[in-house]
């Protein structure tokens, strides 16, 4: 899910940009700090957006840089086990299909994506249920829940997300805009 927070830290302007103008240089070192970073606690930062309120400066014996306590709003993505999510399928392997959540990507693993043993059509680069004949491909959006979720903090791209769409309500937009269909020629 995504949350627009509220957020404090200490950030430290360097002494080369201390003549510009104070609330653009930190909003610039917020976001080549933050941005696309993970902090358990909070999420994955998508955007630095605003700087609300700066402190007073702080400085420290022997560095020549100005430390400033800032609040700032911050647009971030946080990830919790069972959550359903939509991506888009970006990649697809022999072992799974690869899922953009936005700014990280998750695992599809080829046993959870149905009850049916699963083919991969290498030349088409599709994943093909045996029985059904329901396919995922590239740019294929998804609706599926996290099973498994392990964020690295120091390596982001060391992060693993698994996904599931091995229950009812889950699968490509295809998949469930079939099954609404069904559903309704069954109600009529």
């Given at each position: 899910?995504?949350?627009?927070?509220?957020?404090?830290?200490?950030?430290?302007?360097?002494?080369?940009?201390?003549g510009?103008d104070?609330?653009?240089?930190?909003l610039?070192?917020?976001?080549?700090?933050?941005?696309g970073?993970?902090?358990?606690?909070?999420?994955?930062?998508?955007?630095?957006?605003?700087?609300?309120?700066?402190?007073?400066?702080?400085?420290?014996?022997?560095?020549?840089?100005?430390?400033?306590?800032v609040?700032?709003?911050a647009?971030?993505?946080?990830?919790?086990?069972?959550?359903?999510?939509?991506?888009?399928?970006?990649?697809?392997?022999?072992?799974?299909?690869?899922?953009?959540?936005?700014?990280?990507?998750?695992?599809?693993?080829?046993?959870?994506?149905?009850?049916?043993?699963?083919?991969?059509?290498?030349?088409?680069?599709?994943?093909?249920?045996?029985?059904?004949?329901?396919?995922?491909?590239?740019?294929?959006?998804?609706?599926?829940?996290?099973?498994?979720?392990?964020?690295?903090?120091?390596?982001?791209?060391?992060?693993?997300?698994?996904?599931?769409?091995?229950?009812?309500?889950?699968?490509?937009?295809?998949?469930?805009?079939?099954?609404?269909?069904?559903e309704?020629?069954?109600?009529?």
């Open positions: 899910m995504y949350y627009k927070m509220t957020l404090e830290d200490k950030v430290r302007v360097p002494p080369h940009r201390l510009e104070l609330e653009k240089v930190i610039n070192v917020l976001q080549e700090q933050l941005e970073s993970i902090a358990k606690e909070i999420g994955i930062f998508i955007a630095v957006t605003n700087i609300l309120n700066v402190g007073e400066g702080e400085l420290i014996p022997g560095d020549g840089a100005v430390y400033y306590d609040r700032f709003e647009a971030v993505l946080r990830l919790g086990l069972q959550e359903v999510i939509e991506g888009q399928v970006v990649e697809t392997t022999s072992f799974g299909a690869f899922v953009s959540l936005g700014p990280i990507d998750a695992m599809l693993h080829v046993s959870q994506i149905s009850d049916e043993y699963i083919n991969y059509d290498e030349k088409n680069g599709r994943l093909v249920c045996q029985d059904s004949k329901r396919s995922i491909a590239v740019g294929d959006g998804i609706r599926a829940r996290i099973v498994a979720l392990s964020l690295n903090e120091r390596e982001p791209r060391e992060s693993k997300i698994g996904l599931t769409m091995r229950q009812s309500g889950l699968g490509t937009t295809t998949w469930l805009e079939e099954e609404l269909e069904e309704k020629k069954g109600a009529a």
